[in-house]
């Protein structure tokens, strides 16, 4: 592989961004981190966004964007989605949030309930984390039990620190064990009887959408039943692959879902859904676990929420999922004809790809021996107009077009020469 001679990634990004280099500057006046979350933050700072619209992001010095990381694969029909956006202009004027039922919330309860199989009733609120949150309250109210078991690497919100559990350091309230393997069904018997639930994600985010082989969740639910815990499956990133999530698709039963992004149609929202004795506990007249949150079921997010799913249809989940293959694709090709290793792993609309091999387990994106290559080519991208995840994972988006997948294709291919075309890529990539 030969390396040419060409101005830095970095230098390149400073001359196309210098009006967010100040914005930046003074946002930390004031903000700890301008982005909101420690993920999206990266050297030598985050680009500002002005306003985005479809498939494109469009930051305030100017440039263009297409969008691959979908807000964390949330954004599955693009931003301002016409028909989200006329009818939460609607609902906005016949007000936001008020402490009592409203039919939209009805609408998109009624819409998940029919989709996924295992919900019998669903209840939401603001976030993922607040979706974790409620699932394990649900899960001490049914045991009476405390303390829940999660996956290595895995990430259920930023209710508490996920990366205690890959750094080996169980919090007070978790047990860690590897995704998807026996040990992880043997800590279920193992630690049962202090077991409230057990969370996996079906697909791991946080992982590199690392899939567990079949059987595992066969494994877990037996496991969970006969120690008497809740299995919850964390749904938040894969409810995206099927019109049943991928519960529905790898045959999964799980006793409660967490759900988030997609539901939201771009609104903040969080859900809970599963079997009807259980949920049934947040019903003050029937159960006693608290469920609360001042905008909790807010109209904007259901009316936002109810046309996200109700417009993802399985047609439109089965065009996505060929541009991600046409993307995976041409990675493959045009590395190969660069000479630069790459891995890829694709699931439904969601794309990984890895300068290692990472063999069929997780891969923890704070820890990945790749990292310094995943940072160069975040910003080759970000030069060559695409705005991808920090994790070096992209979400295709029903607001693309097979012509526009052709330009990404082409994007991505400039963004690995340009990648390559710097110096500092060699150093990065002795270090994989
Ligand atoms: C699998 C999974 N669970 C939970 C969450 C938390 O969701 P939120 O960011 O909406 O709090 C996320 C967020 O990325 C996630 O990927």
Redesign the pocket.
Known sequence: MTMRNSASLEATYLARTPNSAAFEARGLASLPITSSRGISFHPPYPVTIDHAKGPFLHDIDGNRYIDLGSN??SMIHGYAYQPITDAVTAQLARGSVWSANNAPQVDLAEQIVARVPSIEKVLFNN??????NLALNICRGATGRYKFLMAEGG????MFDPSLGSKGLPGPSHFVAPYGTDAFVAAIRAHGSHLAGVFV?GIM??GAFAQAEPGFFDKVKQACAEVGTVFVL?E??SLRVAEGGYQSLAGITPDLT?M??IIGGGFP??GVGGRKDLMDLTNPSTGHVLASGTFSGNPLSMVAGGLSVRHLTQAKIDQIGAWATRIEAAIVAKCAAIGLKVWTRRVGSLVAWFFHDPGPGVVYGGTRPDLAMVKRHQLAMLVSGLFPTPRAALATSTAMSDALVDEIIERIGASFDALLADPATETALART
């Open positions: 964390f694969f976030s993922g984390t607040e979706a974790f990430y259920h919100g930023s994600e985010g946080s964390d938040v990133i967490m988030g992004k929202i969080g």
